[in-house]
């Protein structure tokens, strides 16, 4: 079986398409509406999800970071 590519927009497209429609059909008849195997599609959903669990990850490595900032600002102006 020959292995095809996707490009990203298409991509997007299918993931976005999955979560409008998620809570009324299968992966697996997604895939079909799109012209894609079911396994790519998991595949990309998992990719999709591990992306957007590691955006959350560092947003919150991010407000800490502010918040530590303020913190020493604040101790900082303290010393003087």
Same mark, same amino acid.
């Given at each position: 079986?020959?292995?095809? !590519?996707?490009?990203?927009?298409?991509?997007?497209?299918?993931? $976005?398409?999955? #979560?409008?429609? %998620?809570? /009324?059909?299968?992966?697996?008849?997604?895939?079909?509406?799109?012209?894609?195997?079911?396994?790519?599609? !998991?595949?990309?959903?998992?990719a999709?999800?591990?992306?957007? $669990?590691?955006? #959350?990850?560092l %947003?919150? /490595?991010?407000?800490?970071?502010?918040?530590?900032?303020?913190?020493?600002?604040?101790s900082m102006?303290?010393?003087?």
């Amino acid at each position: 079986m020959a292995k095809h !590519r996707y490009d990203r927009e298409f991509r997007e497209q299918a993931l $976005q398409y999955y #979560a409008a429609h %998620k809570n /009324q059909l299968t992966v697996d008849e997604i895939g079909k509406q799109l012209g894609i195997e079911s396994h790519v599609l !998991r595949q990309w959903i998992q990719a999709d999800k591990a992306k957007d $669990q590691e955006i #959350a990850q560092l %947003k919150r /490595q991010i407000q800490e970071a502010r918040e530590e900032i303020a913190v020493l600002k604040k101790s900082m102006r303290l010393d003087k």
